[in-house]
C-alpha cells in the first residue's frame, strides 16, 4: 500500500547508489515518529529496517528533505483528490440520506433541487483551490520580495 500510494509522489534521489532498503521503510518510521511523538534518536529502527543497519540521522533526513522540496504537499493534494468523491459520497449516504426520510432517488432529487449537493461539491472544490493557490502565492510572493 505505501509503495503503491506514497512512494511515487515523493522524491527520489537520481544519482549515486540506489537505497538498499524500501522508501516504504523509511516513510514507516516516519510515520511511527509523528504518531507517537517520540524523539528521532528514540526510533526503533530495528522494528522497521531489520537486519539494515540504519542511522536516526538518515530517517530525519529524509523528513527534511521531503518537507523542504514539497513532497509531503504533493502527497497531501493527490490524498484530496483520491479521496475528494469519495468524501461526498460518504457524506451523502451517512448524514443526509438518513436526514430525509425517502428512498435514494427522491433524496438524490430533492438534493438537487435545494441545492444542497452543488454547494458541498463547490465548498469542497473551494477549500481544494484555496489549499493549491495558497502554496503557489506563497512561492510568488518569495520570489517578488528578492
Same mark, same amino acid.
Given at each position: 500500500?505505501i509503495? #503503491?500510494?506514497?512512494?511515487?509522489?515523493?522524491?527520489?534521489?537520481k544519482?549515486?547508489?540506489?537505497?538498499?532498503?524500501?522508501?516504504? &521503510? $523509511?516513510?514507516?518510521?516516519?510515520?511511527?515518529?509523528l504518531?507517537s511523538?517520540?524523539?528521532? &534518536?528514540?526510533?526503533?529502527?530495528? #522494528?522497521?529496517?531489520? &537486519?539494515?543497519?540504519?542511522?536516526?540521522?538518515?530517517? !530525519?533526513?529524509?523528513?527534511?528533505?521531503?518537507s523542504?522540496?514539497?513532497?509531503?504537499? &504533493?502527497?497531501?493534494?493527490?490524498?484530496?483528490?483520491?479521496?475528494?468523491?469519495?468524501?461526498?459520497?460518504?457524506?451523502?449516504?451517512?448524514?443526509?440520506?438518513? !436526514?430525509f426520510?425517502?428512498d435514494? #432517488?427522491?433524496? $438524490?432529487?430533492?438534493?438537487?433541487?435545494?441545492?444542497?449537493?452543488?454547494?458541498?461539491? $463547490?465548498?469542497?472544490?473551494?477549500?481544494?483551490?484555496? $489549499?493549491?493557490?495558497?502554496?503557489?502565492?506563497?512561492?510568488e /510572493?518569495s520570489? #517578488?520580495d /528578492?
Amino acid at each position: 500500500m505505501i509503495n #503503491e500510494k506514497l512512494v511515487p509522489h515523493l522524491s527520489k534521489g537520481k544519482r549515486g547508489p540506489k537505497c538498499k532498503f524500501g522508501l516504504w &521503510r $523509511i516513510i514507516q518510521a516516519i510515520l511511527y515518529k509523528l504518531k507517537s511523538g517520540s524523539q528521532w &534518536r528514540e526510533l526503533p529502527l530495528r #522494528e522497521f529496517f531489520g &537486519r539494515f543497519s540504519i542511522s536516526w540521522n538518515t530517517v !530525519y533526513y529524509y523528513f527534511q528533505k521531503w518537507s523542504k522540496d514539497g513532497s509531503w504537499y &504533493r502527497l497531501w493534494t493527490a490524498f484530496l483528490k483520491t479521496f475528494f468523491l469519495f468524501f461526498i459520497v460518504l457524506f451523502l449516504t451517512l448524514f443526509l440520506f438518513d !436526514y430525509f426520510d425517502k428512498d435514494i #432517488e427522491e433524496n $438524490i432529487v430533492l438534493l438537487i433541487k435545494k441545492n444542497i449537493l452543488g454547494s458541498i461539491i $463547490i465548498a469542497l472544490l473551494v477549500t481544494i483551490v484555496q $489549499i493549491v493557490g495558497l502554496k503557489k502565492f506563497s512561492k510568488e /510572493e518569495s520570489t #517578488e520580495d /528578492e
